[in-house]
DNA sequence: GTCTATAGGCAGATAGAC
DNA sequence: GTCTATCTGCCTATAGAC
């Protein structure tokens, strides 16, 4: 029945429109360049999704679920608070070796652009990104694992911006050690005692996969 | 003999075009937005800068020079080299105060989409900037006004990665306090002892007049 | 669900008058 | 230097056949 049996039509639509959009922007694809990347033509994509702005919300609706579901593998890995925040690092790392921006970072440059639906959206991602990562703060706080200079809630703002921008710098020069450097300095700042590097030695599978999800 | 004696047509085109591709993006502002702006007409605005790829250019290329002027300014204040991150970072705070995104953080987003002559600029941009951050530092691990965890080399890029983030995250909240928050709690990381607030007590008119530029 | 065909608009860019 | 007029192409979106 479907073209192809392993992916419905609207799955592959949202996987080539995401990938899209973390390389190129918002602005800067066109339903032309998603249809004939899977041979279909464009009016088939308006059936699926009515108008880009519904496109674009489907994108940031399940980047989001996404990555909220890696952050709570994350929490079921039972490691430190400092440990998660190594992999949560990852999670950034990963999609630069892919040579894409985080979604939301990228929204977040074109928010004045954006159709009105997905701005909240956006900001929604930042909110639950920053309510998981100072839950970890406050927990590694607490366990001796984490020295935070100022409040849980800051310090889990400095985080994410500091990783948001290390991946928005580090993507023209294609360069991932230089997103790691900033990322692994980053971490150290908040240990008591210097971490391991965030990405040496090798990862395993499990967590490779966990990392490739956003 | 020009519209208007105090500036010449070519300077109010990038003056328009600056604050909208820090507003909105390389990608999602037009000839059309800036001629209807200046009241004159894409013609117009082609004689001066015939193709939006030129325009782009000329806009990193005035940015690049202001921000410099900027950071030589800073050196002359003659401070700690604390204090002249701090001074650095209220050169991104003004920006977010007008509502927009530092030019080159903007297009390193739209970086894959940029014409081929704009992202070696872009990248100087980068690189310029981090040189001078690598030396504050470098002075300030002499000094002892700062307390670097790694290289001055890796330290400057933590700093600017992480404005760059802070000025991406907390723009579209529209937060200043966001900025503040993330920017103060980095330079603390970098301090034995912990600094001032990067903007209370208010600047000096020169301080603030210095950081407008860019 | 996918197609053909097309509407209506805006993009960047150019020619040539003044 | 600035204008009018226009070109070509791409954009989002829709109508209606299959």
């Not at 609706?61 to 430190?80: H, Q, V």
């Not at 999609?95 to 909240?120: F, H, I, K, N, S």
């Not at 956006?122 to 927990?139: G, K, M, N, P, S």
């Amino acid at each position: 029945m479907t073209p192809r049996a392993d992916t419905d039509t609207a799955t592959r639509i949202l996987d080539v429109a995401e990938r899209l959009v973390q390389v190129r922007g918002f602005n800067a694809f066109s339903y032309a360049d998603v249809a004939a990347e899977l041979q279909i033509t464009k009016a088939a994509l308006h059936y699926h999704f009515a108008s880009k702005a519904d496109l674009g919300s489907a994108l940031v609706a399940r980047y989001t679920g996404d990555f909220i579901d890696a952050l709570e593998g994350i929490d079921r890995t039972d490691g430190s608070a400092m440990q998660k925040l190594e992999h949560y690092a990852e999670l950034y790392c990963s999609v630069l070796e892919r040579r894409r921006m985080c979604l939301c970072g990228m929204l977040a440059a074109e928010y004045q652009t954006l159709p009105t639906g997905m701005r909240d959206s956006v900001l929604a991602f930042f909110d639950r990104t920053e309510d998981w990562l100072a839950e970890v703060i406050e927990q590694g706080c607490d366990d001796g694992s984490i020295r935070a200079a100022g409040s849980a809630r800051d310090t889990a703002r400095l985080v994410m911006s500091c990783l948001e921008g290390a991946l928005l710098v580090a993507r023209p020069y294609g360069d991932v050690d230089r997103f790691d450097a900033a990322a692994s300095n980053l971490l150290r700042t908040l240990t008591p005692a210097p971490p391991t590097s965030i990405r040496r030695p090798a990862h395993s599978a499990k967590t490779r996969s966990a990392a490739s999800v956003v």
